[in-house]
């Protein structure tokens, strides 16, 4: 079973709480908000997507990369997907 099926219902949770807060900024960028407002809405967007990301990340890092059923040649390709998803996230 995927970590992230085992773990659904957290991880809608998070992306729910990630659309309201898109919602909100939106909102925000539609009523001419402050501007301080929309930056502080877009800094909490990014923390909670970071969040996101990190829990995803781990939970594929111990189920998957960490496994003891696997190989070292599936874990080196593992290992090589993570680092170009984290190249590609990072930029």
Avoid: F, W
């Avoid at 990190?54 to 059923?69: K, T």
């Amino acid at each position: 079973m995927s970590h992230t099926h085992a773990n659904k219902k957290p991880l809608l949770s998070r992306v729910r709480r990630i659309k309201g807060q898109a919602e909100a900024l939106e909102k925000a960028l539609q009523d001419d908000g402050d501007c301080g407002a929309v930056l502080q809405q877009i800094a909490a967007i990014r923390g909670a997507v970071n969040g996101l990301m990190a829990e995803v990340l781990e939970g594929h890092l111990r189920e998957h990369v960490g496994s003891h059923d696997i190989s070292a040649e599936q874990r080196d390709a593992e290992v090589d997907a993570v680092a170009r998803l984290l190249r590609s996230y990072l930029k």
